[in-house]
């Protein structure tokens, strides 16, 4: 009787870890490409953006750091594909760019930075413009059409 209570006992440790690393496997898969488009926007104005973790980080040797950061803006060099991370939009929570032209408001950095677009964009442009400096190119889009497709009306 016992032999037939461990093995029972064995098969349903066995199963539930196998369901366990499976959950916490997928819960921190890290898809290749995305498009970023937080669902917390009402509506986008320009085309949507497809992100490709590959092209960043493999093909051009870009860090996890130089996107991901900490509450203090701290590069998260240690980070390893399967790592969780949070989306932008959890401290950058204003989901859109911040206001611009005549009478707008005055902001200054940090301000600026609570507006989800803005940081965004000034995370990839200023990349894109570093890159471009360095390497004596101007193969990296700093132009809102070489990264925002036309959207199809």
Known sequence: MKKQTLLILAVIVGTASLFIATSLFAGTAVKDEFMLDAPEYAKHKKGIVKFTHKKHNIDYKIGCGECHHDDKGAALNNL?????????IECHKKPSERPKGKGA???????????????????????HKKFNK???TKAAPTSCSKCHPKTKK
Do not use: F
Not at 105 to 127: G, S, V
């Open 80 to 88: 390893k594909i399967g790592d969780n991370v949070q989306r932008c």
């Open 105 to 127: 408001p005055k902001l200054n950095k940090t301000q600026k930075l609570e507006y989800h677009a803005e940081a965004i964009h000034m995370n990839c442009k200023d990349c």
């Open 134 to 136: 360095k390497n004596k």
